[in-house]
Structure formats: C-alpha cells, structure tokens
C-alpha cells in the first residue's frame, strides 16, 4: 500500500512509511538545531538519490537550516565537451558509436551525438558493454564504445575488456572515478559542505572504506546510503549526528548492499583494466585522478590509440550565447541551484537542452524538471 | 543509473545467467559478482552484469522499492525508466 500525505505547499510526500519518515525527519530536526548553525550543508554525489529526494519529495520534510546538495553525481554531465568532441568526430569519420543513451544529447562544441545521428552518421544506444560487443560481432566495420559512468559502470566495460572483445572494437573512455572529485568538491571555498552522503551501489563495488582516507583527510564525515527515501532521511539523520558531534567517520547506513571491502572481485578487474588519471569535469575542475583511461596493455582497445582523432575541425564553431549563461558547473559543484539559473525551464528544457544536466535523468536540471523543483517552503 | 535492477537466477550457464525480473526472463553475465550464484539466488543487475547477491534477508525489502516505482510510474518517470533500461540492459529474452 502506498500512503499519500500532503504537506502544504505544493509538494507531497509519498512512500511507504509516512510515520517512519516523520520520525527521522523530527530526529534531523533536534540534530540540527543542537548544531545551531543557520545552515549546514551536506551533499551527496549520485543521481539516483537526487531522483528519489525529488521524486518522494523530501527535502519539504527537511529541517530549514539543512541544505541538501547534489554534487557532481551525474557521469554524463561532467563528462567534458573535448571527450563528446571525440566521440563525435569518429562518428563523422564513420565509425559507429555505440553509447548508453544518456549521451546523445550532450552537447559538445559543435553538437550532440545526436546532432551527427540526424546528418547521417551511425550513433547505435546500448543499455550494457555487452550489446557494444554483439553490434561489433554483427558487423566488420569498426565499432567505437563510447563508454561514460562511474566505477560501478565502468566495471562492465572492464568485463569486456577482459573478455576478447571483437577485433574491430575500440572503447572511448569516459568513465569518472568518485573518491577524487570529492576531494576537489571538499575544497572548494563557496561550497562549505559539512559532509558526504555516499551512493550505495557505487560503495557496493568499492566498499564503505574507501571512503576512510578521505574522513581522515578532510576531517568531514561520510555516510553510505541507499535509495529508499527511508534510507537517505536515516543517512541524512546519521550524518548531521557526526557533524554535531564533530566526530568525522565513514558510517555504513545501507548494509545490505555494502560492506567495508566491496567486491574485490569488481575492484580487480576495474583496475587491471583502467587506470585513474588527471582530467577535467564539465563544470567543475580539473580532478587530479578523476578519470578513467585504459592501461597501455589494452591500447590495442583505445580508440585514442587505434584512430587519429583530430578535433581541430570543430575548433571554428563558436559556444552559443546560451551556453556562456549556462551554470551547469556551479550547480555542480554545490554553489548554485537549478532555480537560480535564467534558463532552467524557459531555453533550456528536457527537449532542448543546453546544459548536460538537462540532458541526463541523473542530472540536477532535468531531475527538477520533472519533479517540479525544490520546494520552497 | 545506479539504481540498478534486482532478479531472480533461474538458470546458471558458465560467465552468464538467466535471470527473472517480474517474469521478463533475460541473459545477466556473472564476471563482475564476487560469490557463486545458484538457481533461486536474487542478483542486483547493473548495465547487464550482476554486482552483486542480495542476502536472503533483504529480499522482500529490497524488491519492495522497485515494485512499489514500477507499479505507480507513469510512463516517464525516470526512476522507473531507469529499471526498465537496467532490465533492457540484459540479454534476452529467454523463456
């Protein structure tokens, strides 16, 4: 049964355990204001907690002075416009991509995937790795996977690595490692986050500790939550609790998706096949270890080794007006909101993006979108 | 896209299985899970791999959020989308 409860305003609050929710919810009340300070903000860095938070609409059950921030939480938005580019270019030189959906729409400097898909080139969407592997079996021409996410998908494209992949296939890489951008996040002077939630099936591969040597660091805790609203009000309730009492820890609140280690078995893999490396993040910063790259023993597999990407073809077109306006990277890195930048919901919707987080179901922008915004109550 | 998606093992076949997401019968590979998996066991599917096996003791609560979203969800809510592209993420059919 799915309980209904209107809590004025225009949001309503709908999961399977109001009372529940209202207990935590009174719980992050009295920890926040034992902490007392005006505001106190914290962020989490997964679109699948932003889509629940919107979704269940919980941040009109918040306390006032508790401000919950996504974070660069959405693989495909910090994916960089010269990474699109590169995709984009070998579309156009004949290749066929083969990319998680999500990637069509992002622009890059002269358009999106999908852009080159309407002029004629073959842009192929894939759910998994493993149908980028079949399209290549099917076929002689050569296949380029334009693989984004974080760890956790990231560990696929190992898989089929790993596995003799079809000699005509080549992965793009764009896949992002987590633990260094909050690094780079925790930093920054205009954030002032205060902690970390940390997504659940991400810390499913790598495991909650991890997260230790960055407690240890930044003196900041970090909480492991889960997806259900219950799950992320009951991280959230255990978050503020570190922070009042000034004791930074990695706390696992979702134990029976993650445990301390991980999946060593994942981890193995991951990095036998990847290594981490410096680059940018749409928006954000450069991120000293932030992206993943194949090991020169899988060169045979890069697209950046296999083909000359020259970009310079795409160095004439000039960024749109509307993309100069654009905030996408402060949203990002917790300094703004979707509500504060003049195009959300007027030039930039779901259906015309000009932003990466409109584009992606992960990103901020079009989360909001859908879910009719941060309730302000 | 973390969401992931959870089912149920029915067949195991070397790196693959086939695995039962409410009735939709579909091909998950095994290379990435760390324990074995027998028929009956319950998998989180992530892009068309396993990541990992759900405790016995968390099942019920686990498939709960799941389907109490892919009850309710209308067409495009994204939550729901996003299991229903883990589901299309694995091989399939199979019956």
């Known amino acids: 049964m799915t309980d209904t409860i209107a809590l004025g305003g225009a949001s309503q609050l709908r999961f399977r355990d109001p009372a529940k929710a209202r207990a935590l919810s009174a719980a992050l009340g009295h920890v926040c204001d034992a902490i007392g300070r005006e505001r106190i903000s914290v962020m989490h860095v997964c679109g699948s907690h932003e889509q629940s938070i919107a979704k269940f609409g919980l941040r009109s059950i918040l306390p006032r002075r508790l401000n919950v921030i996504m974070g660069p939480g959405c693989p495909v938005c910090v994916t960089d416009v010269p990474e699109v580019d590169e995709a984009v270019v070998l579309a156009q030189d004949g290749k066929i991509i083969a990319t998680y959906g999500d990637m069509l729409r992002v622009p890059g400097t002269a358009g999106s995937l999908a852009d080159v898909q309407a002029a004629g080139a073959r842009v192929e969407v894939v759910y998994s790795a493993v149908q980028a592997v079949e399209l290549a079996r099917d076929t002689t021409e050569e296949v380029v996977f334009f693989a984004s996410g974080f760890e956790t998908t990231a560990v696929a494209t190992a898989a089929i690595v790993l596995d003799q992949p079809p000699p005509n296939l080549t992965i793009l890489s764009a896949h992002k490692y987590i633990p260094p951008v909050m690094e780079i996040v925790a930093e920054m002077p205009e954030t002032r986050v205060e902690g970390f939630l940390a997504a659940g099936h991400a810390a499913a591969i790598t495991g909650s500790a991890i997260f230790e040597r960055f407690v240890e660091k930044h003196r900041l805790p970090v909480v492991v939550a889960g997806f259900e609203p219950l799950d992320i009000l009951a991280g959230l309730v255990k978050l503020v609790e570190l922070i009042r009492d000034g004791t930074p820890a990695v706390a696992n609140m979702f134990p029976r998706c993650v445990t301390p280690e991980g999946n060593r078995n994942a981890q193995r893999q991951l990095w036998r096949v990847f290594r981490a490396t410096g680059g940018v993040w749409r928006g954000i910063a450069h991120v000293p270890n932030g992206n993943l790259r194949l090991r020169d023993e899988f060169r045979h597999l890069d697209a950046r080794q296999r083909f000359a990407i020259d970009l310079r073809r795409l160095w004439t077109h000039a960024p749109s007006r509307l993309t100069q306006v654009c905030i996408c990277g402060d949203i990002m890195a917790g300094i703004s909101s979707p509500s504060s930048c003049p195009l959300f919901g007027k030039e930039c919707l779901p259906e015309n993006p000009v932003g990466a987080c409109m584009v992606s179901s992960e990103g901020t922008c079009r989360i909001w979108h859908q879910y009719g915004g941060h309730p302000d109550l | ?95």
Do not use: S
Request: glycine share 10%.
């Open chain 2, 1 to 95: 896209m973390c969401l992931g998606v959870p089912g149920r093992v029915v067949e195991v076949k070397g790196v693959t299985a086939i695995v039962d997401f409410w009735g939709a019968r579909r091909e998950t590979r095994l290379d990435v899970i760390d324990e074995p998996v027998v028929p009956g066991d319950y998998i989180l599917n992530h892009v068309g791999f396993a990541i990992r096996k759900i405790p016995a003791h968390e099942i019920g609560e686990t498939l709960a959020l799941y389907e109490q979203l892919l009850r309710e969800a209308e067409a495009e809510d994204m939550m729901a989308a996003d299991v229903r592209g883990e589901i299309e993420a694995t091989g399939g059919p199979h019956d």
